[in-house]
């Protein structure tokens, strides 16, 4: 099995054991997964030389670093009440040697100053996968309420997939 299946259905798992409801509503857990090439870009020209979006993945192919910006296009959904609690990761390393990626997920809140959550993968192997996963225990417990993320790709480093969850009143 592909490990980066293994990755998606693991991270839909931790999902799922996080879903409650109140008393008397109906709770749904919905997600929004994408390749990196739907939801991420570069963050400024400067960055667009090295950037290539390919059919499953946002990769640099540059000789250097390069900003990338990932979001979800269901803030609506978070508008109305939804909130995220997990967002994921995939990276691919295509490099010649190991590597570590650097992210900040951005939580824009609306009622608020933006909060920011970094955090680095361990080391991606040659042609292996590395993931960054925000949790609300991340966030002191809270969900998030317009998450996006700003990544720091290594030459050779590809963003494969962006997973977005959250949970969804839908009544009673």
């Known amino acids: 099995m592909n490990r980066l299946a293994i990755v998606i259905g693991a991270a839909a798992v931790v999902a799922g054991l ?18 990196g090439t739907a939801s991420c870009q570069a963050a400024l020209p400067v960055f667009d030389g090295n950037i290539r979006k390919r059919p499953l993945a946002i990769a640099n192919e540059g000789n250097s670093n390069a900003f990338v910006t990932c979001d979800t296009d269901n803030v609506n959904d978070a ?36 909060l ?20 609300p225990s991340d966030n002191g417990g809270s969900k998030f309420g317009v998450p996006a993320t700003s990544c720091d790709l290594p030459p050779g480093v590809e963003i494969a997939v962006v997973g977005f969850f959250y949970d969804e009143e839908i009544g009673a």
């Not at 109906?26 to 997600?31: D, E, L």
């Not at 939804?82 to 009622?111: E, K, M, W």
């Open 79 to 114: 508008a109305s009440g939804a909130r995220f609690h997990l967002i994921v990761l995939a990276f691919v390393n295509r490099s010649s040697q190991p590597v570590t990626v650097s992210c900040t997920l951005v939580d824009g809140v609306s009622y608020g100053l933006p």
């Open 18 to 35: 996080g879903m409650h409801g109140q008393a008397g509503a109906v709770t749904i857990n919905r997600h929004h997964f994408s390749h």
């Open 116 to 135: 920011y959550f970094p955090k680095m993968t361990g080391p991606i192997a040659v042609n292996a996968v590395g993931t960054l996963a925000w949790f």
